[in-house]
């Protein structure tokens, strides 16, 4: 069975800070893995996602993800966070990029203070 | 941009009794699916649906729960007798299955608030 693990309930980080929310996941076989944002009141947002190839995948707003098969691990990271940032991040695995289902973390809270 | 929209945004009901949660994913998109998030856990997957049928489901999603695409563009879950464990956020999410895009995923609307008293 597929699992994800985001070990961080909250992160903190002040404004122009480097940001990282941490996911690993357990799969077997290669995995499609993709980050996703949620605003308070809003829906699920899409960010990145990894299929196959470059290892460092670069998103929406700023952000990328580095893919590390060895430590089956796919953090994301932004090099300087804003207060808009703060939102809270899930990381998801799935087999394919096409039908099938999102397997979820249980989602990262991100609070940048100015 | 288009937008995956879901009515209503919050769906009071008593135990017992029937609902059903609408959703009208992007207008090109194939593949259309239900999540749900209990307060305070993870979003879990409910149930896909392509080419007018179920293609996996989850445990969750037992002989209570029922989805359909009535008319080509609204995408419903039903539920037949909502129980309290029901009370959840629910996600309507679509995807365009273009397999060549790098943006093709899965994109989700804001959610409906189920509370079953």
């Known amino acids: 069975a597929q699992s994800v693990a985001q070990p961080e309930d909250q992160v903190n980080v002040a404004e122009g800070n480097p940001l990282t929310v941490k996911c690993t996941y357990s799969v077997s076989g290669n995995p499609y893995l993709f980050w996703y944002v949620q605003y308070p009141n809003r829906g699920l947002q899409f960010l990145l996602k990894y299929i196959t190839g470059d290892n460092l995948v670069k998103g929406s707003y700023g952000f990328e993800a580095e893919f590390n098969k060895s430590q089956t691990s796919f953090h994301l990271k932004k090099p300087s966070a804003l207060v808009s940032d703060s939102a809270l991040y899930f990381c998801?695995?799935?087999?394919?990029?096409?039908?099938?289902?999102?397997?979820f973390g249980g989602g990262t809270r991100v609070l940048v203070k100015p | 941009e288009p937008e995956v929209t879901q009515t209503p945004s919050h769906q009071v009901t008593q135990m017992g009794q029937e609902v059903i949660l609408r959703c009208v994913p992007i207008?090109?998109?194939?593949?259309f699916y239900w999540y749900r998030q209990i307060l305070g856990q993870k979003v879990e997957f409910l149930v896909s649906?392509?080419?007018?049928?179920?293609?996996?489901k989850s445990e969750i999603f037992d002989d209570q729960f029922s989805v359909e695409r009535p008319d080509g563009s609204n995408f419903t879950l039903k539920i037949r007798s909502t129980k309290l464990e029901d009370s959840a956020m629910y996600f309507c999410?679509?995807?365009?299955?273009?397999?060549?895009?790098?943006?093709?995923?899965?994109?989700f609307g804001p959610g409906t608030r189920l509370t079953v008293l």
């Open positions: 998801a695995v799935s087999f394919k990029a096409a039908g099938n289902k999102l397997t």
């Open positions: 207008s090109n998109h194939l593949y």
């Open positions: 649906f392509y080419n007018n049928e179920i293609s996996e």
């Open positions: 999410a679509s995807r365009k299955g273009d397999l060549s895009s790098h943006t093709d995923t899965q994109y």
